[in-house]
């Protein structure tokens, strides 16, 4: 195990340029990211749906489904692009209706899932956005404020 990461940590490009390169694998980012995916919906099943904790959290984990559109993109993974509003089922078309679902008590937990998904999806883009600007200017979140900031009449610098 230990060798397997020094070898990975050997291979890739020196300090400085490589927070942008690629992403390092036990970073606190990465850490935190599982950590809202995996764990963090436990705690949600347990407060939101306490009877039926156990049933709720593995929805909740199958709702990671809609990560499934990532097989649309070229290139399917990119470590620096932000998922949300790229990916047709993270789109901010997609909100809304996950919000809907969240009124009907037969979908609510899949709706938490969802609507806590993009939610971690948002946080792992703004973390990247910290370090790498041209990731915050590609991504469709500044676009969208671009589109608001010209509806209420802002001017926009491209
Ligand atoms: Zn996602």
Known sequence: M???????TQSVAP?????????KLFS?????HYGLHFVFPVVLALVFFPLVWQTAYLIMLATMAIDLDHLLAK????????SIGYHPLHSFYAVPVYALLLLLPA????????????????????WNFSHCRECYLNSRIYALRNRVRRLLGHEVVE
């Open 107 to 126: 979908t609510q937990i899949v709706a938490v899932g969802l609507l806590f998904h993009l939610f971690t999806d948002t946080v792992d883009c703004l």
């Open 15 to 23: 300090r400085g340029p490589r927070q942008y390169a690629s992403p």
């Open 2 to 8: 230990a060798d397997t990461a020094s070898s990975v």
């Open 75 to 82: 290139p399917i993974f990119d470590p620096l692009r932000c």
């Open 28 to 32: 606190a980012q990465t850490l935190v």
